[in-house]
Nanobody, 126 residues
Framework: QVQLVESGGGLVQAGGSLTLSCVTS????????VGWFRQPPGKEREFVAA????????AYADSVKGRFAISRDNAKNTLFLQMNDLKPEDTALYYC???????????????????WGQGTQVTVSS
């Protein structure tokens, strides 16, 4: 079993930055692909970014490419999402997720992830 707890969300003006963190426990963190998803108000959950077990490979949604950066610290069992140049359309509940298998695929579908945090709210004002 894996537990994930996100933090770092908040209210920020457009153009600002935030860093989200996700602390994991209960299983070897470095054994799983992990990622970030978000759910804007009234919309479906969508993929944001994913990172490989070692951190050498990353994948991003087109909407955040060049503005967001995903990273991980396996020694601290922590996943990060650095968000720069935030826009009002980035407003959402942000979730971290871990794949439940040893697959190395940087999956973009939420159904490929078996463990989820409770989410942290990010609100970007214009």
């Amino acid at each position: 079993q894996v537990q994930l707890v996100e933090s770092g969300g908040g209210l920020v003006q457009a153009g600002g930055s935030l860093t989200l963190s996700c602390v994991t426990s209960g299983r070897t963190f470095s054994s799983n692909v992990v990622g970030w998803f978000r759910q804007p108000p009234g919309k479906e959950r969508e993929f944001v970014a994913a990172i490989s077990m070692s951190g050498a490979r990353t994948a991003y949604a087109d909407s955040v490419k060049g503005r967001f950066a995903i990273s991980r610290d396996n020694a601290k069992n922590t996943l990060f999402l650095q968000m720069n140049d935030l826009k009002p359309e980035d407003t959402a509940l942000y979730y971290c997720a871990a794949r439940a298998t040893a697959s190395a695929v940087l999956a973009t579908q939420s159904t490929s992830y078996g463990y989820w945090g409770q989410g942290t709210q990010v609100t970007v004002s214009s």
